[in-house]
Structures are given as C-alpha cells and as structure tokens.
C-alpha cells in the first residue's frame, strides 16, 4: 500500500513532481517551491529521503504532500490525486521525473526487469497524464514536462530497455502535445545528457574522465541547471509545445 504524508494548504499555483526524493526531482521540487507554487512529491521507496524534501519545503512555509508509491501503478497514482485534488485542487504542472535506469547486455537482461523498468519509465506517463489531463482541459490551462534522456534519441549500447522507454517518452510527448494545443495545454521534454546525479555513480574515475572529454562543455550537468529549465518551461510562452528539447552541454 502506498503511504501518505501531508502538511497544510494552498497556495496560488500547484506542481506536482514525481521521484522527487532526490536528484533531479529534488532540486525540481525545491525550485518551485522557492518560487511559491505549492508542491505534491512522490518517490517509491525512498521514504525518509522524501520526507526530508517536504521539511525543506514547508521550512520556506510553502504547502506541501508528499506520497511513496509507484506512479506507473494506477491505483497509487489513483489515490496520489485524489489526495491532491482534496488538498490542493487542480495541478497546473505535472513533472513526470520519476523512472529507473538498467545496465547490461540485452540478451542478459530478464522480462521482469523489462517490465519494471518500463512501467516505471514509461507507463508513469501514461497513469500521470491520465489522472492530470481533465482538470486542465476542464480549466483550459496546464503544463507537462516529461524528463528524458538523450539515450531517446540516438540509443546506448547496453541499456536498451532505458533508451527504448525514454524514446517512448519522446513520441508521447509530440503525440500528447498536438492532442491537447487546442485545449492550451502544452507538453514538452528534456533529453538529458549526463547529469550528476546518484545514476551516474556507478562510473570509477577513468569512465567518468573518458566521458568527461565527449562532452564539449567539459562538464556534468547539475541536477538544479535541470531544476532551472524544467521551471523555465513551465512558465515559458505557450506557444512552445510538442519540442523534445536536449540539455547535455553539446554532448550528441
């Protein structure tokens, strides 16, 4: 069963941002929150690690729920926005940040994990999308954000499960757009490149200095640069929609 952990209500704006118990999703939810949205967060499993993301955000006295379960369940994401809508109302953004990586031979990888990373990668959309697209059509107003890879557009060798669900993410995002422009709805992603985060750890020092030199901005890219963007679309001109937009410092 999913768990539940709330604070009090209301403030002007809501985002809700998925896998936000750390990296990306983290400094995403905190970024908002700085900028006075009211902010719901999810992780699966990282509970205290999520509980630690609300108590910064309520330390800058901004309304905040925060919910463990699997988003590419749909009785979790069910029961995340009926807690929402009770709390909060209407989203005006949805982040779809949550998802898993996995690295390996094709031919080693199991069904099982096929399966786990694509419910958590992709069909996460779908049961967010779903639950968050009426409201905004019924407002004629919303923003969706979908966190990608750049593996979605040109393949990685060893991780075919991820680049398959992150190019998913890519012809969801162009589909779902043109669907909802005329309700004023814009969709859009980010590629990313490689950015610093715990995902990324696994690489020992010669990896990351090898990968370091493929990338012409000589650098990673920061979990809060992601944060930044991921606001600055959220408020962009909303005209922009339907783009897959790559954030990996020159990289492919």
Not at 15 to 21: D, I, N, P, R, Y
Not at 22 to 50: D, H, M, N, P, Y
Not at 230 to 237: E, F, K, P, R, S
């Amino acid at each position: 069963m999913p768990e539940l952990h709330t604070a009090a209500p209301h403030a002007l704006k809501t985002v809700l941002v998925t896998g936000a118990s750390r990296g990306i999703g983290r400094e995403t939810a905190l970024r908002f929150a700085r900028e006075g949205w009211q902010v719901a967060i999810t992780c699966k499993s990282r509970t205290q690690e999520l509980l630690a993301v609300q108590k910064q955000i309520q330390s800058l006295n901004i309304p905040c729920l925060a919910f463990t379960g699997n988003m590419g369940r749909m009785e979790d994401c069910e029961h995340l926005f009926s807690l929402i809508h009770r709390q909060f109302g209407s989203l005006d953004a949805l982040v779809n940040n949550a998802g898993i990586s996995h690295i390996g031979l094709f031919q080693d990888m199991s069904y099982d994990e096929w399966q786990d990373l694509i419910q958590s990668d992709l069909t996460s959309l779908f049961c967010c999308c779903k639950l968050a697209v009426p409201s905004m059509i019924r407002r004629q107003s919303g923003k969706i954000i979908n966190i990608s890879s750049v593996w979605g557009i040109c393949g990685a060798s060893c991780e075919v499960a991820y680049s398959a669900a992150k190019g998913g993410i890519h012809a969801f995002t162009r589909a779902l757009a043109k669907e909802l422009a005329p309700s004023h709805i814009q969709v859009n992603a980010i590629a990313c490149g490689a950015i610093d985060t715990e995902m990324n750890q696994w690489m020992d020092e010669e990896e990351k200095n090898a990968l370091l030199e493929e990338i012409p901005a000589g650098r990673m890219g920061k979990p809060s640069e992601v944060a930044d963007f991921i606001y600055q679309l959220c408020t962009a001109n909303p005209y922009l929609t339907g783009q897959v937009i790559a954030l990996d410092g020159g990289w492919i």
